[in-house]
């Protein structure tokens, strides 16, 4: 018996091939976990933070695209001890299924995840490194398959 795994994107060259020829996206960050919260880091903060990341690697940000990077932070912790902190950064757009092309869905086609642990005085600092080293894969991914002076440089 042969047993494969079950995962949804990742960032091998299927994954990134599907970042070909975007032009700009929407950044979307899920609601923040209580506890990250708690710490002091808002979703408004995580998404000025990721959208200035985007933007200063040459990657256009438009609220009015449909395809979009979205950003999930989570975290666990124990009685006592440090917090786990599960950082996300997928890249969702719009598909047609080839047997049916009147069915159009939005999916995840891109992902990459880190995990980060800190003392309960570090989380927001935790939180942030999170998010620029996920930005930073999300630029790599998106600069090999659209590289500087590609279509995906110009204007919409």
């Known amino acids: 018996m042969l047993a494969l795994p079950l995962c949804g994107a990742g960032d ?28 002091g880091v808002s979703a408004e903060e995580l998404q000025t933070r ?35 902190i599960a950082a996300t950064i997928g890249f969702y757009q719009t598909v047609t299924l080839m047997r049916d092309k009147n069915v159009h869905t939005a999916t995840q086609t891109w992902e990459v995840d ?23 894969r999300f630029v790599s991914a998106y600069r090999a398959v659209n590289p500087p002076g590609s279509v995906s440089d110009k204007q919409p």
């Open 114 to 136: 880190t995990v980060a642990l800190a003392d309960t005085k570090q989380v927001h600092r935790a939180c942030m490194d999170s998010v620029d080293e996920l930005a930073g």
């Open 50 to 84: 990721l959208e200035v990341r985007l933007r200063e690697a040459g990657i256009q940000v438009d609220t009015a695209k449909s395809e979009f990077v979205a950003l999930r932070l989570r975290s666990v912790q124990a009685a006592r001890g440090p917090v786990a």
């Open 12 to 39: 091998e060259a299927l994954d990134r091939a599907t970042l070909r020829g975007v032009v700009a996206l929407n950044v979307v960050i899920d609601p923040v976990a209580p506890e990250i919260l708690k710490a």
